[in-house]
């Protein structure tokens, strides 16, 4: 019986379904009509804005967070911790009525950074403060102690390098951006390695610090022997390179407990708002779930795990359902390199001419300015009218980049991508240290961060056609 009733239903469905990749016998819209289309949004638009920034969903993303991350803490991958985050979430998505909610097993790797801690033994006693970086191996017991080598750049460690050997190299490069300084997080240790070094120590990739070391994953190199490695704070590597600058000797025992295990199985969670007229399309919207193990991990990503949960709730609580399906997937094990992210693709990329667009938020949840947009100058000719909807707000810019760590597996596959763009001038302040807690986040600004996701994803999701790639 309903086999057939599937055979009438195909039968009675219009020729064009949605699909802008195959379209030759199709009437395509103009962009006129396009424009048209999503003017007569302007209602929802308004009624999605006011239910997050001055309705009975006021603050609740910020709510639901801080309940949240109070009540489980950081969530390194492979802790007992991330495992009590999927289970909760698992329970409070279905509590909230959403559609289809369920774990997708990945495997995820498992590092502990057990005990740890650095002492200047000269030119004077001194406490390091440090944070083992994300897959250091350990020291032996005893700790290693090494007079120290300072270094500002890969390029003055390769002119020393005969100074490296048996050293701990210090580096203590200024801060110009994440995406340009952190490779001495991700590669410090494998550079130093190279010319003979014990162990590195790396001043936190951080634009500001109250002796607050900034952790991160790091990267070894098959070929290369493995050494210890940890951040420091601003304070100490600027205050080394100083000692150094004036011939000081300096001698500092380092002691790390970190252990890697055997990866472990995780699970990204997934909730869903089916769609009413083409539920086989899909428009993702998504966040992380596992941070790092200090802090709270509520700002990276607890924010942005958190405005995608509210976009799907906000979506039902007004009644509506958009003709795709609007999913929202909570990534785990973003921390390590996107893992559970990566999985994920190589188990749905069969699909990808069904993915509309992916939009993950994971660059804070502060005061929205726009969206960042990757896709074919149609697709942001489109996203630039729906941005229009958010004149309300006055959160109507598009800039470029609009993948995240993710997300970006489709995005270099031609699948468009968004992630959402705020004001980051304090965003690495906290990253991936013990401030980066509640204490960071605004619930006004979660509101407004919250109500751009959710009509952006909502107008792509309900619009006759798919984003033209
Ligand atoms: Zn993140």
Not at 299 to 315: K, R
Not at 328 to 334: G, K, S
Not at 418 to 446: C, E, N
Request: glycine content about 8%.
């Amino acid at each position: 019986m309903k086999f057939l009733f599937l055979i009438v239903f195909i039968y009675l469905l219009p020729q064009c379904t949605g699909k802008p990749l195959i379209r030759d016998d199709c009437h395509q819209h103009t962009f006129e009509e396009i424009k048209r289309e999503i003017a007569g949004y302007s209602d929802i638009a308004k009624a999605i804005i006011n239910l997050a920034v001055n309705g009975n969903a006021q603050n609740r993303s910020y709510e639901r967070l801080a309940n949240f991350v109070d009540t489980i803490g950081p969530r390194l991958s492979g802790s007992k911790n991330l495992e009590m985050a999927i289970k909760y979430m698992f329970r409070v998505l279905q509590e909230d009525g959403l559609e289809n909610v369920h774990l997708e097993p990945v495997k995820v790797p498992h590092w502990e950074r057990g005990e740890e801690s650095a002492m200047m033994l000269a030119p004077r006693n001194h406490s390091i403060a440090i944070l083992g970086l994300g897959s250091s191996v350990a020291t032996p017991p005893e700790g290693i102690t090494a007079e120290v080598l300072v270094v500002t750049s890969f390029d003055e460690l390769h002119k020393r390098s005969q100074d490296a050997k048996g050293k701990i190299v210090v580096y203590n490069q200024p801060f110009v951006s994440y995406e340009e300084t952190v490779k001495y997080r991700l590669l410090g240790a494998v550079e130093a390695g190279k010319v003979g070094a014990v162990a590195s120590l790396i001043r936190s990739i951080a634009s500001f610090s109250i002796n607050s070391p900034h952790t991160g994953w790091q990267w070894y190199q098959s070929d290369v022997p493995k050494i210890p490695t940890a951040c420091i704070s601003v304070e100490d590597a600027e205050m080394m390179a100083r000692m150094s600058s004036r011939g000081t000797r300096i001698v500092v025992t380092l002691k790390m407990g970190a252990k890697t295990y055997t990866d472990i199985v995780s699970f990204n969670t997934v909730a869903e708002i089916v769609g009413s007229k083409y539920p086989e399309q899909v428009v993702v919207v998504s966040g992380h779930l596992d941070s790092w193990d200090v802090g709270q991990g509520a700002m990276d990503d607890g924010g942005g795990a958190f405005i995608s949960w509210e976009a799907l709730s906000l979506i039902k609580d007004l009644g509506l359902r958009p003709k795709r399906t609007l999913r929202l997937v909570l990534w785990t094990a973003e921390e390590p390199g996107g893992v559970g992210a990566e999985q994920y693709y190589q188990l749905h990329k069969g699909n990808i001419s069904n993915f509309d667009i992916v939009m993950e938020s994971d660059s804070g949840t502060f005061m929205p300015m726009g969206l960042a947009f990757t896709g074919s100058d149609k697709a942001r000719a489109i996203l630039k009218e729906i941005m229009q909807l958010l004149q309300p707000i006055n959160v109507t810019n598009i800039y470029e980049n609009g993948g995240e760590t993710d997300t970006d597996y489709w995005v270099r596959n031609g699948v468009p991508g968004a992630s959402l763009r705020d004001d980051i001038s304090k965003y690495f302040w906290f990253h991936h240290t013990q401030g980066d807690t509640m204490t960071v986040q605004d619930p006004s600004q979660m509101n407004l961060c919250a109500a751009v996701w959710t009509v952006v994803s909502y107008v792509i999701a309900d619009i006759e056609e798919m984003l033209p790639r």
